[in-house]
């Protein structure tokens, strides 16, 4: 509450303005801010940022035996 009361004193501003404010700004930043891990990783350029097969997420055993198999002959 002292921190409300320096801005009250500094501002001229009720608590409630102050509060309204602050609580506009927080709402405003975490609006901009990626929230989910999709977004986090989108926003990192890190989703897409690999070359190989678009159903690899599928198919991924059947590649590993490929390449396993390539590796013991």
């Known amino acids: 509450m002292a921190k409300i009361e320096q801005l009250k004193r500094r501002t001229n501003r009720s608590t409630t303005a102050i509060v309204k404010e602050a609580l506009?700004?927080?709402?405003?930043?975490?609006?901009?801010?990626?929230?989910?891990?999709?977004?986090?990783?989108?926003?990192?350029?890190?989703?897409?940022?690999?070359?190989?097969p678009e159903d690899l997420s599928t198919s991924y055993k059947e590649a590993l035996v490929e390449s396993l198999t390539a590796k013991v002959e």
């Open 24 to 52: 506009a700004q927080y709402l405003e930043s975490q609006a901009a801010s990626p929230s989910s891990a999709k977004q986090i990783f989108h926003a990192s350029g890190f989703i897409g940022c690999a070359d190989g």
